[in-house]
């Protein structure tokens, strides 16, 4: 046998034993995209069990610092123990009841409540935030994030999410198949 003949048969049962390049594609993608999904579950999963509270922002009154849809990563700890300049989150009035996240200015400890103002607004808080209202230090900002895992919570975030781990799945086996050629070689 020449040396010519000698490397394209080489070459083919190389080929053989491997996958063809549009099958390390379809494997790459659908692994991609099963990480994908786990790694922005983890960031929902992972900080709750360690003791986060995860909200999402909603309103730009601490813009610039805290962007609209912010993922923020909030602690409980001792009210007492919050300086100023922190940056809590803390439930509203009974009729808002939604989750206030601004800055201290003042933690009034003696009548335990919190002076507060958002970053973006002129004016203090109307009201002090008291002691029983405070839910923990925001520990943690993750700009835009906080649309992505809210989305992600939904019922339909859910069903799409599962979609693309499927199609992960399948292109994961579709990437694993071997080759037309591969196929009458081992014939």
Excluded at 28 to 33: D, H, I, R
Excluded at 52 to 57: K, P, R, T
């Amino acid at each position: 046998m020449s040396r010519k003949k000698q490397r394209n048969h080489v070459r083919r049962r190389s080929k053989a034993r491997g996958r063809s390049r549009g099958g390390r594609v379809c494997g790459a993608v659908g692994t991609v995209l099963i990480v994908l999904v786990i790694l922005l579950c983890s960031l929902l999963v992972f900080p709750g069990m360690v003791g986060f509270h995860m909200y999402n922002v909603l309103s730009g009154s601490m813009e610039p610092a805290i962007p609209v849809g912010s993922l923020l990563y909030v602690r409980a700890g001792e009210p007492g123990d919050v300086e100023e300049d922190d940056v809590i989150a803390f439930y509203g009035a009974l009729e808002d009841s939604g989750i206030i996240t601004h800055r201290v200015v003042k933690n009034n400890v003696v009548s335990g409540t919190f002076i507060t103002k958002g970053d973006a607004n002129e004016k203090e808080d109307p009201e002090p935030a008291a002691y029983d209202q405070y839910i923990g230090k925001v520990v943690l900002s993750v700009p835009y994030i906080g649309r992505v895992l809210t989305i992600m919570t939904s019922l339909e975030g859910k069903i799409a999410a599962a979609c693309v781990v499927g199609i992960g799945v399948v292109l994961n086996l579709i990437g694993g198949r071997p080759g037309k050629e591969n196929e009458r070689e081992g014939e």
